[in-house]
């Protein structure tokens, strides 16, 4: 920590300028893209990049893919993260994604794996020379650490790799970019001193958050793979903005410990929070999950559930053993929370899936009813800020910084309020009888998933993220919920729907989706996505109905 004084606003200017001047000269562009833009083809158009470089980085090439070229030694790892690192610098010029770039660091990490492998003919680990992106608020060795407030700006040095970025590391990946995240972390778009990060499948749109720094950067085709994590929505809302894959996983499954220093609320643990991948691939989402969980992570972390990671236990088909199962898994669809209502692209993705699932005929497929919704979103949002938002108030002040317009909206919910430690014991009563509530509606409704929408909408404009409700149900529940990309994407000419502009809203919540969906043409382009959700510790059974999913994807519009 050091004892440098931190000040609004010249420290947010130096800190913007100081990511610039990490990014080499000749990779320095002028962003001439118009509002609104798709910007993903801005690499191919500067030049700056070779054909080999632009191939290795095409949003089609998975992290699976990179590995398997590294592999058959096609491309080393030098190779390899010079291309990602140089599309990391044009994209971040084009959306804000980044906050630290250390290419000359990545290159010689790269040099070692290459040379251990040209002297031994065996690779590292299974992420031999996989350049992977991290959000700032995680533990690099020997980088700075934040959780998006100025006064924590090159205060915290990690001295050294978080538990799961160790497991990464000895994995054979490669650290070479840190990525940006929203003022106090939590929110569902990412906007920090760093700057606003744009969707580049339409700048008009936000990426997400509170991973949105990640999810934009691979989006972009500047990473394969990003670590972020998630308590509200911000591993899911990110990769249903930018059209990636996600699990967000049953708390306790996965290694938390390291980059402590830099929490925005420590101790709130009344929800918990849960690390995982943003990908471009189901196959790399379950490589991921082999990796880390492949450690047995437990025996090193107390507080994991040591539960290995078998995605072949999902039953297709009748069980062989004495208790009698269904003999298809069983999938509910929540067409709407009973809360708000999703825009008319959301809808249709819902009804082409819908279709294409019953049409495959490997499910049982029928509607679920929401429970109470409404409730957990205000009661969620009551135990994240149990303080009433002190904390993340004082963290502005040391520096003068001031609350941006999604910090100052969240804080000033009538649910966030100061609670003393009876109030917090009375809340988490309630949280617990509604969790048992709901595990008994489920099972009355006799399915095994839930398939349902992963926000209110496609990727939002700026500043209008206010509904977590589709997301931060399953943390309160604490359930695991993947995030798919569909296929499909937003369309004006196929998404006016005046019936659903004029219906009677829900909520005011509802009435405020619909009013920011008066101009569909704003969500041109945006990919649109759908959840999938399972009972507490289904996560890799989870991944195992992902791949009959997949069958049916991409869908046709």
Not at 173 to 189: G, I, R, S
Not at 255 to 276: E, F, H, I, W, Y
Not at 380 to 405: A, Q
């Amino acid at each position: 920590m050091t004892d440098e004084k931190i000040s609004w606003p010249q420290a947010a200017l130096d800190a913007r300028k100081a990511i610039l001047d990490l990014i080499p000269p000749e990779l320095r562009v002028t962003n001439t893209y118009p509002p609104g833009s798709d910007v993903r083809d801005a690499a191919k158009a500067l030049g700056l990049l070779t054909n080999d470089e632009l191939s290795l980085t095409d949003f089609t090439t998975d992290a699976t893919a990179v590995l398997d070229a590294i592999k058959s030694k096609r491309v080393n790892a030098v190779q390899v993260v010079t291309a990602f690192a140089k599309r990391a610098a044009i994209a971040h010029q084009h959306v804000t994604c980044l906050t630290d770039f250390f290419l000359d660091e990545a290159v010689e990490r790269a040099k070692m794996l290459d040379e251990h492998y040209e002297k031994t003919g065996e690779l590292v680990g299974p992420l031999h020379g996989l350049p992977i992106s991290v959000k700032d608020n995680q533990g690099i060795k020997g980088h700075y650490v934040t959780s998006g407030f100025l006064s924590q700006y090159k205060q915290y040095k990690e001295e050294q790799h978080g538990h799961l970025l160790q497991i990464l590391w000895d994995a054979g990946a490669v650290f070479y970019v840190k990525t940006n995240l929203p003022q106090a972390v939590m929110h569902l778009e990412t906007h920090s001193f760093y700057g606003q990060t744009l969707n580049p499948h339409n700048t008009n749109l936000t990426s997400g958050g509170s991973s949105g720094g990640c999810s934009a950067l691979i989006a972009f085709g500047g990473s394969p793979l990003g670590l972020g994590n998630d308590i509200g929505g911000s591993l899911r809302s990110p990769s249903a903005g930018t059209g990636l894959w996600t699990l967000k996983c049953t708390t306790n499954r996965l290694p938390s410990a390291g980059a402590v220093k830099a929490r925005s609320m420590p101790g709130a643990d009344s929800v918990g929070a849960t690390q995982g991948p943003m990908c471009r691939s189901l196959r790399d989402l379950k490589l991921w999950f082999d990796v880390v969980l492949g450690t047995r992570p437990w025996l090193r972390e107390s507080n994991i559930a040591p539960i290995p990671w078998r995605t072949s236990t999902i039953p297709f088909g009748t069980h062989p053993n004495i208790i009698p199962l269904p003999p298809k898994v069983r999938i509910g669809v929540m067409w709407n929370d009973g809360v708000v209502v999703p825009q008319p692209p959301i809808q249709r993705a819902m009804k082409a899936l819908v279709g294409a699932l019953e049409e495959q005929g490997v499910f049982e497929v029928k509607d679920f009813t929401p429970y109470r919704h409404g409730e957990m979103d205000r009661l969620v949002h009551e135990l994240y800020f149990v303080d009433g938002g002190k904390t993340i108030r004082d963290h502005v002040e040391k520096s003068g910084e001031p609350l941006l317009p999604m910090t100052e909206w969240v804080l000033t919910r009538p649910d966030v309020k100061l609670h003393d430690i009876f109030e917090l014991w009375s809340m988490n009563t309630r949280r617990d009888t509604l969790r048992a509530e709901y595990a008994t509606h489920f099972n009355a409704q006799a399915i095994d998933f839930i398939l349902c929408p992963v926000g209110p909408g496609p990727a939002p404009q700026h500043h209008t993220s206010k509904y977590w409700g589709y997301t931060s149900a399953w943390n309160f529940l604490d359930y695991p919920a993947a995030v798919f990309p569909t296929g499909l994407r937003a369309d004006p000419t196929l998404d006016t729907d005046e019936a659903y502009a004029k219906a009677p809203p829900l909520s005011e919540m509802d009435l405020f989706n619909r009013e920011c969906y008066a101009k569909p043409e704003v969500f041109k382009n945006a990919p649109l996505c759908l959840q999938l959700v399972g009972r507490r510790n289904a996560d890799d059974q989870s991944l195992g109905v992902l791949e009959k999913i997949n069958e049916v994807l991409p869908l046709s519009a």
